[in-house]
């Protein structure tokens, strides 16, 4: 039995622009996605996927992994996730796990770029859009930089960041917010290159920021960058609502953290700050992870 366990992820800056090749940071969280899988004797694979809303990364991933290793030997696989329906990203988590897993079980040794560019490809299959951000981030672990354009990582670090982190209550599609920001940039392509460069701008200084444990510079950068999202129109009220109540409450600096439309907001706080933040967000009706 192989058992491997991949952590979640939250988008510290520079969403969206990513998917056009502008460069992002993201770090990974504290809470897990596992992956069980072993050889069986019977003639159909067993998959179990509890805690996985989508099973088709699931079935993708050994699909693409079979043939890519010309593998036909039944297996038996099953999940268990720490991560929730928030958006922590449990797609890329599950795709990374399993194609971990099985490349234990079957011997075959995949270093992180064949491991990055065999997921993007589960990915690219089951979604057909999106910037690979969330392997990248699943596979090198920490904090990292990631480029939109050539799939590049650098580790920006492996130490906890002080982020507080809290569902709005609603779920968001990446893919009908990817295919929103994808119409504005038709209709209006100018605004949109300039708020994507904007973005990137915010990714380089957040760089430097995370480099010098800077917090309230990089506190700073993504409330800035919260407010290109909401001109990408991807925030909502609700998170609107969170971001600014939390800023009042004493944070360096908030945004939504992911496609928008739903999902979670990230605040960045001082251990002083943290318990009044925390409260208000209660009172703001957003539920803390
Ligand atoms: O919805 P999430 O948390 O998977 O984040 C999506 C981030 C985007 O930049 C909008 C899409 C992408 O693949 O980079």
Redesign the pocket.
């Known amino acids: 039995m192989i058992t491997i366990s991949t952590p979640g992820?939250l988008?510290l800056l520079?969403?969206?622009?990513?998917?056009y090749g502008y460069p992002?940071i993201v770090t990974t969280v504290d809470k897990y996605l596992t992956v069980k899988v072993r050889k069986i004797s019977e003639e159909q694979d067993v998959i179990l996927t509890p805690g996985v809303s989508d099973d088709k990364f699931v079935r993708e991933a050994v699909v693409v992994f079979r043939n890519k290793f010309s593998i036909k030997q039944p297996i038996h696989l099953e999940t268990k996730s720490e991560l929730g329906n928030y958006?922590?990203?449990s797609?890329?988590a599950v795709t990374v796990a399993i194609l971990k897993t099985l490349a234990k079980l079957f011997n075959v040794s995949l270093d992180k770029r064949e491991l990055f560019n065999l997921s993007y490809e589960v990915v690219k299959k089951v979604q057909r859009?999106?910037?690979?951000?969330?392997l990248a981030v699943c596979i090198w672990g920490g904090t990292i930089y990631f480029d939109?354009k050539s799939k590049k990582v650098e580790k920006l670090t492996d130490e906890k960041l002080p982020i507080v982190v809290s569902f709005s209550g609603s779920k968001?599609n990446?893919v009908e917010?990817?295919n929103k920001?994808k119409r504005l940039k038709d209709k209006n392509s100018k605004l949109v290159e300039d708020i994507f460069k904007s973005i990137a701008s915010l990714v380089e200084k957040g760089k430097k920021a995370i480099f010098d444990k800077d917090w309230v510079t990089l506190g700073k950068l993504m409330t800035k960058n919260h407010l290109l999202l909401k001109k990408l129109r991807?925030s909502t009220d609700k998170l609107d609502r969170l971001v600014s109540a939390v800023c009042k409450a004493g944070a360096f600096g908030a945004k939504l953290?992911?496609?928008?439309g739903g999902?979670c907001i990230i605040a960045l706080v001082s251990s002083e700050k943290k318990k009044q933040v925390e409260l208000t967000i209660e009172k703001a009706g957003g539920e803390i992870i």
Do not use: I
């Open positions: 992820k988008m520079g969403e969206h622009a990513v998917v992002c958006g922590l990203g797609s890329a859009l999106g910037s690979g951000f969330d939109g968001a990446t917010m990817v920001v991807v953290s992911g496609a928008g999902d």
